[in-house]
């Protein structure tokens, strides 16, 4: 399972917006697990770091051409279509992302993760916008959270109730301050990749 090969099978299948959220949600996903694993909050039945970096990268490879109404159903065939395959702990990784579209509800943490992350990376990225050097460097965890909880149209396409569900004792029990300031940090540390 060598990153490289997903890497260029998102970046040849996507368009630029999606490679770049899709490289946000790789580093978020990263970011989440290095913070519950340095607190010893890791639950020992999880999967390991690579197949959640791999899940936040192509968890939305299947949202183009033939698939992308079925998106996030159609992994497996659009990963064939670049001779690739993943390990099924990593499909049904991708499916708890889109409950509502997969049926598959979260419930460890590196589902909880993916479905909690997702959206917010819009948000990040929307804050670094304002910014008249557009960097991810100038952004704040405090702006970030002033945006989520006070300016619900500002990056509407952020869903905060999923977001916010980062908090849930039974999934993450992450502190929402906290979890953004996680998935922030992650980004940044990607910054030149994603064009901020
Ligand atoms: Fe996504």
Redesign the pocket.
């Known amino acids: 399972m060598k990153r490289e090969n997903y890497l260029n099978a998102v970046n040849n299948t996507l368009e630029k917006n999606?490679f770049y959220?899709?490289l946000a949600?790789e580093a978020c996903m990263g970011g989440i697990y290095d913070y519950l694993q340095k607190n010893n909050l890791l639950k020992n039945n999880e999967l390991p770091k690579d197949d959640w970096l791999i899940a936040g990268l192509i968890?939305?490879i299947d949202?183009v051409g033939e698939f992308k109404e079925y998106h996030p159903n159609k992994t497996k065939e659009a990963l064939i279509k670049s001779n690739l395959e993943v390990k099924n702990e990593i499909i049904t990784l991708i499916k708890s992302?889109a409950p509502k579209s997969t049926g598959v509800n979260p419930t460890t943490q590196a589902q909880w993760s993916i479905f909690c992350a997702?959206?917010l990376?819009g948000l990040i990225v929307a804050v670094a916008l304002v910014y008249p050097s557009k960097k991810l460097a100038e952004v704040k965890v405090s702006s970030v959270l002033k945006r989520f909880l006070k300016e619900p149209k500002f990056a509407a396409g952020t869903r905060r109730d999923e977001v916010k569900l980062c908090e849930l004792s039974e999934g993450l029990n992450i502190p929402l301050e906290k979890f953004i300031e996680i998935c922030l940090t992650s980004m940044q540390q990607i910054a030149p990749q994603i064009g901020l």
């Open positions: 999606i959220h899709s949600l968890h939305d949202y992302h997702d959206s990376t």
